[in-house]
C-alpha cells in the first residue's frame, strides 16, 4: 500500500514512518509542493501479514479437477533423473 504524504509531515513523523516501513512493508510517495519527488519502501522483498494471505487464498481461483489429472499424469510418466557423475 502506498501512502502519500508531505515532506513536512516525513520530517514531523520520521521515525514512525519508519517503524512502519519496517514491521507493516508500507511504501509512501513523499510530495513537495503537491508533486511526488521520491519513495520510501522497504529495501527487502515484501512482507505479507497472515490476513492479505488469507484474502489472496480467498480470490485466488480454485484449480480446476483437469489441471490436477494433467499434472499427476505429468508427475507419473516422468523419466528418471539421471545419477550424477558427480555424485560421491
Known amino acids: ?9 516525513v520530517a514531523r513523523k520520521l521515525s514512525d514512518i519508519i517503524n512502519r516501513v519496517v ?3 508500507e511504501e509512501f510517495i513523499v510530495e513537495r509542493g503537491g508533486e511526488p519527488v521520491c519513495k520510501i519502501s ?6 505479507y501479514t497472515k490476513a492479505e494471505l488469507v484474502e489472496f487464498f480467498k480470490t485466488t481461483p480454485k484449480i480446476d479437477d483437469e489441471y490436477l489429472d494433467i499434472l499427476e499424469d505429468i508427475t507419473r510418466n516422468q523419466q528418471p533423473v539421471p545419477e550424477s557423475p558427480w555424485s560421491r
Open 23 to 25: 514491521y507493516r512493508g
Open 42 to 47: 522497504p529495501v527487502g522483498p515484501r512482507r
Open 1 to 9: 500500500m502506498e501512502t502519500r504524504i508531505s515532506a513536512t509531515e
